[in-house]
Nanobody, 122 residues
Framework: QVQLVESGGGLLQTGGSLKLSCEGS????????MYWYRQAPGKQRELVAS???????DYPDSVKGRFTVSRDNAKNTVYLQMNSLKPEDTAVYYC????????????????WGQGTQVTVSS
């Protein structure tokens, strides 16, 4: 069994900064690309950052220059540093990863965390 657990969400004012973490645990052999998504009320889930095993990153224009994704492969952890936050960044943030699992369920599978709330007040 594999779990992804996010942490670091909270309530803050416009212009503030926050760093989210997502740690993987369980029957993990390796993790390929890791992603951060967000979903605001009444909206579709959107991708906000991705990072490959080698460290290549990608962002949509809406967060480029403000968000930075990083990872610690030894800790199976991905981070999202969010700066210059705006009210429109308010959402539940989810991590997602392509994981090669071992044990009773061997192979590549996509896993999601439970989400962490980020609220930015104006």
């Amino acid at each position: 069994q594999v779990q992804l657990v996010e942490s670091g969400g909270g309530l803050l004012q416009t212009g503030g900064s926050l760093k989210l973490s997502c740690e993987g645990s369980g029957s993990i052999f390796s993790i390929n690309t890791m992603y951060w998504y967000r979903q605001a009320p009444g909206k579709q889930r959107e991708l906000v950052a991705s990072i490959t095993t080698a460290g290549s990153t990608d962002y949509p224009d809406s967060v480029k220059g403000r968000f930075t994704v990083s990872r610690d492969n030894a800790k199976n952890t991905v981070y999202l540093q969010m700066n210059s936050l705006k009210p429109e960044d308010t959402a539940v943030y989810y991590c997602n990863a392509d994981v090669y699992t071992i044990g009773s369920r061997t192979g590549w599978y996509s896993y999601w965390g439970q989400g962490t709330q980020v609220t930015v007040s104006s």
